[in-house]
């Protein structure tokens, strides 16, 4: 894949020049983590997904102890791998986020954006749970994978159940792909969980258990 860099956040970022479209909003969004960082009761580990191309996980490095990416993407996932480099709390996986271990392929319905690819099943690329990860600590997890938000948390509800960690999805409706509508995170967190909403910056939703 054919690259360029491009200067932000004080540093230099290799990005595929097929991009047209994320690289606008994702270093410009990245300041949303503020609305997010003062529900946090600690910064041991961070669960986070899409990777993209690794602005996200690099910011969260400078806050947690420890921080596991996620990205499905084989296009993304090599950029973030060079651009989270040298970063030694960040753990990339190549892998989905999901509510089940599985196999699924990636669909691409604007070549241009390559911050709007979603997992369908049948392929080589593999999903896990976040419960599968049997975690010492978790104190956010923080989801922008096209509509796979519900699916992946409800993989994650023991890790959710002990932890009670911080939770921020993207919710603009795109989770119809996965048989869920948008506000039945926050519903489903509320009533399993005892979530409330504490903040809604951009797309994204913010929540913290009562």
Known sequence: MEKRSIEALGRTWSWPVADEKC???AFDWAKDLR???PHCRAFE?????????GVWPWLLAKKFKQV??????PVCFPFLLENIAGTSNVEACHAALMDVASQFHMETIQPNNLGAQYVQPGGSVQSLTIDSLFLSSCDLIYLDIEGAEMKALQGAAETISIFKPVIAVEDNGLSSRFGSAKGDIEKWLAKEFGYSVVARPHRDVVLACK
């Open 35 to 37: 609305a997010v960082y």
């Open 68 to 73: 596991l990416t996620f990205e499905a993407d």
């Open 23 to 25: 690289h606008k909003v």
């Open 45 to 53: 580990c961070v669960i986070q997904a899409g990777g993209n191309m």
